[in-house]
């Protein structure tokens, strides 16, 4: 168990989910930043190190409805909007780390949430306004239209760069739908606002019961572009590179290394991995 003068201090924290390869790079991250952070991790002996070495550290199970409670993590259904503030157990709470894949905050369970959102009583972080600006796959037509992104105030060599480089894309139609059946071995399809790889189907994969569904909508065709491999622990991986950025200045880099089409975590040497630039 934490002890109590540190649990009672944690406030605005981030929280890792883990201490293993990735995570202890996040942590020296945070670290850096002066960002406050609390470890949960199952390896014990590694908590009581973390703890003596002055980190916050929990030890047990993430999933863990207990220890998820004692890190501060909630059901956005426990949240309530009461006399214009968000409330959880009845302690005022003003910013929210959101991490639901009910990206509009539609669903009846989480209208507390969007309520507060809506009037400027919490940051949510991400919020409705962030996935639609950032995370809608539609979004990637207008990259491909030179005009509309100057239009939008993106320089005219930027927007030109954009549309030389960025795969082609299609909204899924009636209109498109033969010719993309008969061309599918070129494309990606994905959802406008899927995650996490779900709903995403290789075209050289797809049947006839799966495109029946894509057609119902809310679809994009992207042109498929193999990805670049990497020699890793004698064997040659797939990778993509990822960059977090703030205010338009880049925070860090990390490596996507993967079998087949998503990471599991459980191909040897696979996972994300930091990226170091060399001088």
Excluded at 67 to 87: C, H, K, N, P, T
Excluded at 199 to 207: F, I, S
């Amino acid at each position: 168990k934490m002890p109590t003068s540190e649990a009672a201090a944690l406030r605005g924290h981030a929280v890792l989910l883990g201490h293993g390869r990735v995570g202890s790079v996040l942590a020296e991250f945070l670290r850096q930043r002066s960002v406050p952070f609390v470890v949960v991790d199952h390896d014990r002996v590694l908590v009581e190190k973390l703890r003596s070495g002055g980190t916050p550290a929990l030890y047990g199970d993430a999933g863990s409805p207990m220890l998820l409670d004692r890190a501060r993590i909630v059901d956005a259904g426990s949240l309530r909007f009461e006399d214009g503030q968000l409330r959880h157990d009845g302690e005022p709470i003003d910013l929210v780390y959101n991490r639901l894949t009910d990206f509009a905050l539609a669903e009846p369970r989480h209208a507390a949430l969007r309520a507060a959102c809506e009037a400027g009583a919490a940051v949510v972080t991400p919020g409705p306004h962030a996935h639609a600006l950032y995370a809608d796959k539609r979004n990637l037509l207008a990259f491909r239209e030179p005009a509309r992104c100057t239009a939008c105030g993106i320089p005219a060599t930027v927007a030109t760069l954009l549309d030389e480089t960025l795969p082609e894309i299609f909204v899924v139609s009636a209109d498109n739908a033969d010719r993309l059946w008969q061309q599918r071995k070129r494309y990606f399809f994905k959802p406008f606002a899927g995650f996490g790889s779900k709903a995403v189907y290789r075209g050289d994969k797809l049947t006839r019961r799966v495109w029946d569904e894509i057609l119902q909508g809310g679809y994009l065709a992207q042109q498929l572009v193999p990805p670049a491999e990497w020699p890793v622990a004698g064997q040659s991986l797939k990778y993509d590179l990822r960059a977090w950025s703030y205010r338009g200045v880049v925070q860090l880099f990390a490596a996507r290394l993967y079998q087949g089409q998503t990471t599991n975590f459980r191909t040897p040497g696979g996972g994300f991995a930091p990226v170091f630039i060399a001088p």
